[in-house]
């Protein structure tokens, strides 16, 4: 085998990880990604915001989910048709400016789809991981999916305890907006980060409807 070969295959080998990897640096920051949008799009989101070019990063990505905020609730909404009436509430909320109204709607859904495709709730704590985690183990030798799944497996700021939030905590946290706790939670951006994340378990907890990957 080439050189070139060895590269290559040792490349793909490691892809998983890089995957992996790439969701939950975005996951940390509250963003999930889009599968209709490219790899190298998710190499360099995780460039810009490994190297704190955090600004950068979310402006790219306000942008990518306001430009295809239509087609995301359309896919959501034909993929759980029984959920649409309630979907498009949220969504025109969101077209609104009523974020308020919006996020927990968007969060409850996200939640409810978890339970309904995989009787785990993501909101949900087992062993300080998210109860989808007990899905996503039960597919581990399924590496590809298993890293594309990943962010539900691990505890990330979207569904951190109050004991895993200091005081210079600010991120979206699915406990304080549905418990009152947050007065400020109400932004665009929490809005479009929101829609985001239920986009991602529509897609990811429904590989096999329309062969997405």
């Not at 305890?161 to 951006?189: A, K, P």
Request: some cysteine; hydrophobic content about 40%; glycine content about 4%.
């Amino acid at each position: 085998i080439s050189p070139s070969f060895e590269n290559f295959f040792e490349s793909f080998r490691q892809l998983p990880e890089h995957i992996q990897v790439a969701l939950l640096t975005m996951g940390n920051h509250g963003w999930f990604f889009d599968l209709a949008m490219s790899l190298p799009s998710l190499w360099e989101l995780e460039n810009a915001l490994d190297e704190g070019e955090i600004k950068e990063a979310e402006a790219a990505l306000v942008e990518y989910f306001r430009e295809n905020l239509q087609s995301i609730e359309d896919r959501i909404a034909a993929k759980f048709p029984h959920r649409a009436k309630i979907i498009h509430s949220a969504f025109n909320a969101h077209k609104r400016g009523e974020y308020e109204l919006a996020i927990p709607i968007f969060l409850a859904q996200t939640d409810g789809i978890c339970y309904e495709v995989i009787n785990q709730y993501l909101f949900m704590r087992s062993e300080k991981k998210p109860r989808t985690a007990i899905y996503v183990d039960t597919i581990a030798s399924d590496t590809f999916r298993h890293a594309l799944l990943s962010p539900l497996s691990q505890p990330l700021p979207i569904s951190a305890s109050q004991n895993e939030r200091d005081e210079t905590f600010n991120e979206l946290n699915r406990h304080q907006v549905m418990h009152g706790e947050s007065l400020d939670y109400g932004t665009e951006i929490n809005s479009l980060k929101s829609i985001s994340l239920l986009n991602y378990v529509a897609q990811v907890l429904r590989l096999d409807d329309e062969n997405e990957t």
